[in-house]
């Protein structure tokens, strides 16, 4: 309904070069910038400048941009509406989201999807938070779960729309002797001095981890990465250090370690948004996943056991 060359001109925005956008798009270079020429020369504007060996956009470019973000969330409004309006929705659905949503949270969604809406073409994709909103602006996927972190975008940003699913508590998982495995409450705070576990520096639960640990007070001694649940387990087991997973992580129960539920204000945890295109809320497919990914998240949300000794 929209002229997709408005489209070129968000993904070149969003991801900063020709070279990026093209891919997001599938397209080459050349037909990024031959499409953004032509954009321009239809709006009798500059959109773009050289600066250096990348490109700036104009004034009239960030002009362009804010009306288009409006026109797609309407046309995003329009679609729901008839969707629900003709009670039939065909040709594919796409839902992403990061490991933990993908193994847990997207398959039920995807099998009732498929139940509900035989006539579409139901996809599973995996990927990290900040790709799955590169996947959903390129019209590659169509909802997102996903964590926020400092480089998410904000709520305010008129591209998406961003709704809070679930607050997913970090535990501690240390050696199944360790000290803290006996105690009745644990905060972050008494595991300062521990050597830690962490993802890789740049991913999400290398932030996460960092982030939580500073909100209590330290800088955590890392000694190994692993970006794996079951790579950073198994290293706690053979005691290399300690790690924090998010409750909904599934471990290996056969592995000599405690995991422990941690306490104090406020105790750390990773909150997972489920994220569409702005306008797409309402869609009946967006609705019926977002109600299947509630109720399985509540489903795989129990407590851990606590630890039953004594306070040491």
Excluded: N
Aim: aromatic content about 4%.
């Amino acid at each position: 309904m929209i002229d997709p060359k408005l489209r070129v001109l968000q993904l070149v925005a969003h991801h900063g070069t020709v070279t990026a956008a093209a891919a997001a798009l599938h397209y080459t270079p050349s037909a990024v910038s031959h499409q953004l020429r032509q954009l321009a020369a239809e709006l009798g504007v500059e959109l773009v400048t050289q600066s250096g060996r990348g490109i700036r956009l104009t004034t009239a470019a960030r002009t362009v941009l804010r009306h288009a973000d409006v026109l797609h969330a309407q046309a995003e409004r329009a679609q729901a509406e008839l969707t629900a309006a003709t009670e039939g929705a065909g040709g594919s659905f796409t839902l992403c989201g990061f490991s933990t949503a993908a193994t847990h949270l997207l398959p039920p969604a995807a099998a009732t999807l498929r139940d509900h809406y035989p006539q579409s073409k139901v996809r599973v994709i995996e990927a990290e938070p900040a790709r799955c909103f590169d996947l959903l602006l390129a019209g590659d996927a169509d909802l997102a779960l996903l964590i926020a972190t400092a480089e998410t975008p904000p709520t305010s940003d008129t591209r998406f729309e961003q709704h809070p699913l679930l607050d997913d508590p970090l535990d501690l998982v240390v050696p199944s002797g360790h000290p803290l495995a006996a105690r009745r409450r644990v905060t972050l705070a008494d595991a300062a001095d521990e050597p830690w576990i962490v993802g890789r520096p740049g991913s999400t639960y290398h932030h996460l981890v960092l982030t939580a640990c500073m909100a209590a007070g330290f800088t955590p001694s890392i000694v190994h990465y692993a970006d794996e649940w079951d790579t950073g387990t198994a290293l706690v087991a053979h005691d290399f250090g300690i790690i924090l997973v998010p409750r909904l992580a599934r471990l290996h129960e056969d592995r000599p370690v405690a995991r422990i539920p941690l306490h104090g204000e406020p105790a750390p945890a990773r909150r997972i948004l489920a994220a569409t295109r702005r306008g797409s809320r309402e869609h009946p497919v967006v609705t019926t996943a977002l109600d299947t990914i509630t109720t399985t998240a509540t489903a795989l949300h129990p407590a851990p056991r606590q630890p039953a000794e004594q306070e040491g």
